[in-house]
Nanobody, 123 residues
Framework: QVQLVESGGGLVQAGDSLRLSCAASGRTFSSYAMGWFRQAPGKERDFVAFISWDGGSTYYADSVKGRFTISRDNAKNTVYLQMNSLKPEDTAVYYC????????????????WGQGTQVTVSS
């Protein structure tokens, strides 16, 4: 069993920064790629970022490229999402997930999910 716990969300103004953290326990964290997704009210859950098991590869949604950075610390069993230059359209619940198999930007490729953390960006 895997437990993923996100933290770091909050209410910020446009242009501010936030860093989300996702602490993992259970299966060997360093063996799995990880991803961040987000879901705004009334919308589907969207891919945000992906990082390989060793941090050597990262991918981003076009909407966040250049503003968000995903990273991981395998010694701490934690994956991060640094979010800069936040915009009101970034408002959503952000979820971290552990990749199982398949296409990295599809939510069905992930087997374990955290409970989510709310990010609200005011204009």
């Amino acid at each position: 069993q895997v437990q993923l716990v996100e933290s770091g969300g909050g209410l910020v103004q446009a242009g501010d920064s936030l860093r989300l953290s996702c602490a993992a326990s259970g299966r060997t964290f360093s063996s799995y790629a990880m991803g961040w997704f987000r879901q705004a009210p009334g919308k589907e859950r969207d891919f945000v970022a992906f990082i390989s098991w060793d941090g050597g590869s990262t991918y981003y949604a076009d909407s966040v490229k250049g503003r968000f950075t995903i990273s991981r610390d395998n010694a701490k069993n934690t994956v991060y999402l640094q979010m800069n230059s936040l915009k009101p359209e970034d408002t959503a619940v952000y979820y971290c997930a552990q990749h199982s198999r398949g296409t990295s930007w599809l939510s069905r490729s992930y087997g374990y999910w955290g409970q989510g953390t709310q990010v609200t960006v005011s204009s």
